[in-house]
């Protein structure tokens, strides 16, 4: 154990603001100087009084030592932290600062990079100093924070329109006040996280911008560099466009700061001092936002970006009584006895729970993409398509696909079902989607990259070209990667392209959405498999950094029955692969296709088109236990397919090795008591079909070739992936998988939903020292209640059906969009089931859902005017004192002090 010194024991008592501490060896305030601090500093630092200002002349007085060597040591101290300096007097003579720890020497040692890799230590310093000296006073504090740290100004063309605002509470005030001299300086939160494995993934430079003289200290110590008024403003923009919060220092009473952060909420040490202690004095602004439920339409972009956890999805629907749902308020410790018990150690995770427990619209809820659908519906009735389409591809870049062939789950929870029928979602988004299709400029969704330095390089590598895997490679591009997918096949789409008729699904469309993730930046690999042309381990020397494995299930699967490898038995993937590179592929003869799901369906309807006769379905199910959709079924009996119900295969008969039929048996039950798919049949009972071609439509395999080779991914269930279920990490840290790979089959959205939270993961990963898993969205949802509610007064219209045409190809689509006239009167019926509420004593108003609301819904209002007061450290008993007295008679006339909850 090295020997306590003495110096710095004595430097970190001077420098803490721990009242009534003694500081010892173990203490945050030894331990971190301990890293860096000389007996030499300490020594001339102990000659100094915190936040005094000394020039150097002073210093050669106090000290009794010469100039040059002060002058080298204040410098020395000055890079590693511990010192600040400026020229704030009427000489403009340099003078030195021993600044507190926060703000102060805890950030700056920690902004000097090349120290705090040398010393990770610093990263710990800084988060205890943000932490322990404020366990106990943060109830206290009133309003304005008190001059502890840093608060919250909101962004600027949120308040705009207040015209009761103060100047304080504008950005452009400050640069006003600091014009010329801004400098960009790395985060020193993002830092400090991401020495104990907690960074968020952002990019930490530039995101501090120092004002005035703080400008040259952190150029002059090398932390920053100087920036122009625009490129402040481009910094601003950027933060907001990323959702980060805004604030200054508070530390230097009224009309003064030294810094303008634009923080994270996943790493802030100063939006922790409200979130943690869940008191939001230490960082609100003057103003708290509120929704407008006649124009909020639950999005939901507010709620994935508010910092707080203070807006959530709720519903906007009367409870059957006629009443409102009544939302619960975070007590504040203003009135409450406050304990450690009233704290949230996880609150960046409860900030990003997305919905009230009452729950809110169905269609978000069920889509598993939770795509903002009533915002959507609502644009379209506007007629503001291509926001429309930025909503969508928000959470789904493929909508002109997905309103073609999804399963529409949104529709079948949609309330608006309960009274007559649900609202057509997909076809809306079809028509949206057709919209930009069809337009001479194709829209391309912006980049929101949390990085002031432009993208990112690192190479992300994304193995089949399927919908997760494309899906998984827009958000990367969103985020400002440049991520290369690997296709095995000739061309990208996956089952989109192989395993879903042209008829419900063409081509182009395909290629057209996928054309706009080429735009921004996703470069597509065909013909190349991995594990077969070039290996993962051969990807890694290339600089790949992370894995996504996407490869689908794309095998067909047999029944296991006698017979079934005769000539004329094809497994359905097998059989739509072979007609969607061939459409002049010939089915002679009767056909019989077995199983129920969709993919048997378009089995029928695709071998009917290719000349089947006769074409028969037989299923396991009863007609309405099938999985495929009733609309499926019925297209495909509209076509002369006949479903038969109720039979499983026995075995295939044949004769000179071609099938010649098929022998079925009776199934009684097709799952278990506990639900569990496992089908019982009368051996007895069977039904013998003639037939020349038998298709087999009942499951499929994941095809791994060699691509796991020597890897430690696991296998488990069917062949999948074993990964995590929040983060699709697998057992190779750099490998991520999601889809049909580790789900099993299931429908396009999913493997959409599943890539989009994997491009999280990887974003994650590849960016150093970042959690993969602390602040995440889990995106979850909850419905509200459909038996409580109240719908009155709703458009009578029926349900639009779209219109259809007539081709001579029997491979062409022949379902119409809507028109223009049918989107007005189908958007009309939309019930809009939810709305945000914001939980005003949650709200710190620094109004960043404002900029995330694209109908006008959410709007700061200047409610706590007191907290733009701006205190001097030194002040801060004088300004925490009243509040304590204040505070302490409200806690005596609250019968529910006690409480947690209200
Ligand atoms: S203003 Fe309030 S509700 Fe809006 S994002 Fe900020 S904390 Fe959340
Ligand atoms: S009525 Fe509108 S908001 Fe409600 S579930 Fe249906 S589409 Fe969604």
Redesign the pocket.
């Known amino acids: 154990m090295a020997e306590v010194r003495p110096l710095i024991l004595e430097l970190g008592q001077k420098i803490t603001d721990r009242l009534g501490r003694k500081i010892n060896e173990n203490d945050p305030e030894y331990w971190g100087l301990n890293e860096i601090v000389t007996d030499e500093m300490a020594e001339v630092a102990l000659k100094m009084d915190v936040r005094k200002t000394v020039t150097l002349s002073q210093l050669v007085k106090l000290t009794g030592k010469s100039e040059e060597y002060l002058e080298k040591i204040m410098m020395d101290m000055a890079i590693a932290g511990l010192i600040e300096y400026n020229w704030e007097n009427p000489k403009r003579e340099k003078q030195y600062i021993l600044p507190m720890f926060v703000p102060g020497s805890a950030e700056f040692t920690n902004m000097n990079q090349k120290q705090l890799e040398e010393h990770p230590k610093l990263g710990r310093f800084f988060d205890r100093m943000t932490f322990e000296p404020l366990t106990k006073v943060t109830p206290m504090v009133p309003e304005g924070g008190a001059g502890i740290g840093m608060h919250v100004i909101p962004v600027e063309k949120a308040i705009e329109a207040e015209n009761t605002s103060v100047s304080v509470e504008h950005i452009s005030h400050w640069l006003d006040k600091y014009d010329g001299k801004y400098a960009a300086s790395p985060c020193s939160c993002r830092l400090s996280r991401r020495t104990y494995e907690e960074g968020c993934a952002d990019d930490p430079e530039d995101w501090c911008i120092g004002v005035g003289d703080m400008a040259d200290y952190l150029v002059e110590t090398k932390r920053g560099h100087y920036v122009t008024r625009e490129q402040v403003y481009e910094i601003l923009q950027r933060a907001e466009d990323n959702g980060f919060v805004h604030q200054i220092t508070n530390i230097d009473g009224e009309n003064k700061i030294f810094a303008i952060c634009n923080c994270n909420v996943n790493v802030c040490y100063a939006l922790r001092t409200s979130q943690l202690f869940n008191t939001p004095n230490m960082s609100r602004s003057a103003y708290v936002a509120r929704t407008e439920s006649d124009k909020c ?2 999005c939901g972009r507010c709620v994935e970006y508010c910092p707080a956890g203070a807006v959530k999805l709720g519903q906007k ?1 009367c409870k059957k009584d006629g009443s409102r749902v009544s939302y619960p308020k975070h007590i504040l410790p203003d009135n409450h006895k406050w304990s450690e018990a009233n704290w949230d150690e996880n609150y960046r995770d409860t900030a990003r729970i997305n919905c009230y427990s009452t729950g809110t ?4 809820t069920a889509c598993p993409a939770h795509i903002g ?2 915002g959507y ?1 609502k644009m379209a009735s506007e007629g503001r398509y291509t926001e429309a389409l930025e909503l969508i591809k928000k959470e789904n870049p493929f909508p002109a696909v997905c309103g073609r062939i999804c399963n529409k789950r ?2 079948a ?5 309960t009274i007559d029928e ?2 057509a ?1 997909d076809e809306v988004k079809k028509f949206i989607a057709q919209k930009d299709l069809d337009a001479k400029v194709r829209f391309i969704p912006k980049k929101v990259i949390p990085s002031n330095r432009g993208e990112f390089s690192q190479k992300i590598a994304i193995i089949g070209g399927g919908p997760a895997g494309l899906s998984c490679a827009f958000y990367l591009a969103e985020k400002g990667y440049r991520p290369t997918v690997f296709e095995k096949n000739k061309v990208a789409g996956g089952m989109l392209v192989y395993g879903i008729p042209s008829f419900k699904l063409e081509k182009d469309v395909v290629a057209a959405e996928i054309d706009v993730m080429k735009e921004m930046g996703v470069e597509i690999k065909t013909g190349v498999e991995v594990g077969k042309d070039v290996t993962i381990a051969q990807l890694r020397e290339q600089g790949y950094k992370a894995f996504y494995i996407a490869i689908g299930c794309q095998g067909g699967r047999k029944a296991g029955v006698p017979g079934e490898d005769a000539e004329g038995v094809m497994t359905a993937v097998d059989f739509l692969r072979t007609v969607a590179d061939d459409h002049d592929f010939k089915v002679s003869g009767k056909t019989v296709v077995v199983g129920g799901g969709n993919v048997a369906i378009d089995v029928s309807r695709t071998a009917w088109r290719c000349g089947g006769t006769d074409v028969q379905q037989f299923c396991l199910e009863q007609r309405n236990e099938m999985p495929a959709t009733v609309e499926e079924i019925e297209e495909a009996e509209e076509e002369g397919i006949k479903i038969n119900c109720g039979w499983g295969p026995k075995e295939i008969l044949t004769k000179e090795g071609k099938v010649c039929g098929i022998v079925f048996k009776k199934c009684v039950s097709v799952k278990d008591e506990t639900g569990r798919f496992n089908p019982k049949y009368d051996e007895a009972d069977t039904l013998t079909v003639e037939c020349d071609n038998v298709f087999l439509s009942i499951g499929q395999a994941i095809v791994w070739g060699d691509m796991l080779a020597g890897s430690k991914v696991e296998l488990g269930r069917g062949n999948g992936v074993v990964a995590d279920a929040v983060t699709y990490q697998t057992a190779e840290p750099d490998i991520f998988a999601g889809g049909d790979v580790y789900t099993g089959p299931k429908f396009a959205i999913d493997a959409i939903a599943a890539g989009k939270k994997a491009a999280v993961s990887i974003h994650r990963f590849v960016q150093p020292h970042s959690t993969l898993t602390i602040g995440r969205d889990k995106r979850e949802f909850i419905e509200l209640n459909k038996e409580d509610i109240l719908v009155e007064g709703y458009d009578n219209t029926p349900r639009q059906v779209p219109g259809s045409k007539t081709t001579d190809s029997k491979f062409a689509e022949t379902k119409l969009c809507f028109t223009e006239e049918q989107i007005k009167k189908e958007t009309a ?6 709305q945000s509420i914001v939980d005003e004593n949650k709200c710190i108003g620094c109004g960043v859902c404002t900029t995330k609301c694209a109908f006008d819904a959410i709007k700061l209002h200047r409610e706590h005017p007191k907290a733009s007061r701006m205190t001097k450290s030194e002040d801060k008993l004088k300004a925490i004192l009243p509040n304590i007295l204040k505070r302490e008679v409200k806690i005596l006339l609250n019968p529910n002090r006690n409480s947690m909850e209200k």
């Open positions: 339409v639950a629907l619209a169905p269609c978000k659908i009533q519906l949104c529709e929870a949609c309330t608006r079902g649900a609202i979602i019926r939309c019930l809009s089931c939810g």
